[in-house]
């Protein structure tokens, strides 16, 4: 239950973002300037362990990833504002789709059939999230809130098929073992760099309250972008198929429960109902997926002596 765990950490990443009162671009800086010192140790000891070095390209490729986690930072910080913290971290859902129609287009790898028929069931979602099938939906701006959410999306799929490119491109020899710290680590960097950047040029930096907005800040790094990545990323190779969909269901339940509670946030009924069409396409999504994984198991190691394979990376939860 790893897995489940860390997106349980990412799920109150809107919540506590919302909580910090600061601008969208310094709220990303924060909470990825925040984490480097701590991923830093971590990549040190795990070097020490005995873990692989990334190679240079591996190590831009991630970094170049992080730049995209910027942006979809700042962009996911003005969803959650226009349509609240719960609706925004559903929406970004739609990353499932996203990933695997990216890896199609520029990679060659074509999607599975579920994928694609989870993409307008998804869409379906969206425009009663948005508010666009009635009145009366929850945010202040919901149609903008969902357009920004689908830009998150989009950002952030880039920025998880990057990392994948970035991971992938490493030769481990002798008793190596692949690196699982120091990916995130040169992503955060990226973020971080990227972060800085476009606050100076978008001019948003506004921390508001040094106290609790520093604390929540500080908190944000440590359960988003430290502990829920690392228990999530360590655990991806173990996860069986089940647990796929149940773990891209965590976070947007978590997120939408914690809104509630800590924030007031009550969408509306159709808004609901547009939540529950994204998390079914989420599932349709993942059990092709699933199904896929497991007959590529069996014809790698027919005498069924294989773990668990990793899902793929569209399969992973949404921004947090």
């Known amino acids: 239950m790893t897995a ?3 997106a349980a950490c990412i799920s109150s990443s809107a919540v506590v973002m919302q909580l910090a009162g600061s601008s969208p671009s310094l709220t990303a800086l924060g909470r990825c300037a925040f984490a480097l010192p701590v991923l830093g140790v971590l990549a040190w000891r795990e070097r020490r362990r005995g873990a692989a070095v990334m190679t240079a390209r591996s190590r831009w490729l991630a970094r170049t990833a992080g730049v995209f986690l910027a942006g979809d930072l700042i962009l996911w910080s003005h969803s959650i504002a226009d349509i609240g913290a719960g609706l ?22 074509r999607p599975r059939g579920s994928l694609l028929a989870a993409l307008p069931v998804m869409l379906g979602g969206l425009v009663l999230v948005g508010g666009l099938a009635g009145t009366g939906g929850y945010g202040t701006h919901p149609v903008m809130g969902a357009v920004f959410g689908l830009g998150v999306a989009v950002l952030y799929a880039a ?49 508001g309250p040094a106290w609790p907005a520093l604390g929540w800040l500080v908190l944000l ?95 992973q939860p949404g921004s947090g």
Request: charged share 10%.
């Open 88 to 109: 925004g971290t559903v929406v970004t859902n739609l990353q499932v789709v996203l990933v695997a129609l990216l890896a199609w287009a520029f990679l060659g790898e």
């Open 4 to 6: 489940v765990a860390g």
């Open 221 to 315: 790094a440590l359960t988003s972008q430290v502990i829920g990545w690392l228990l999530i990323t360590m655990s991806m190779p173990r996860l069986p198929a089940w647990l796929v969909g149940v773990l891209l269901l965590v976070q947007p339940a978590g997120s939408l429960t914690l809104s509630a509670v800590f924030l007031n946030e009550r969408p509306s009924g159709l808004q609901l109902v547009g939540v529950a069409v994204m998390l079914a396409g989420v599932l349709i999504a993942a059990s092709g997926q699933s199904r896929s994984a497991r007959r590529s198991a069996r014809e790698e190691h027919p005498d069924g002596s294989s773990q668990s394979p990793a899902p793929p990376a569209a399969l």
């Open 159 to 207: 920025y998880i098929l990057m990392l994948r490119q970035a991971t992938a491109d490493r030769t481990l020899t002798g008793m190596e073992r692949a690196p699982v710290v120091a990916p995130l680590l040169q992503a955060t960097i990226g973020a971080t760099v990227g972060s800085a950047v476009l606050g100076l040029v978008l001019r948003d930096f506004r921390l």
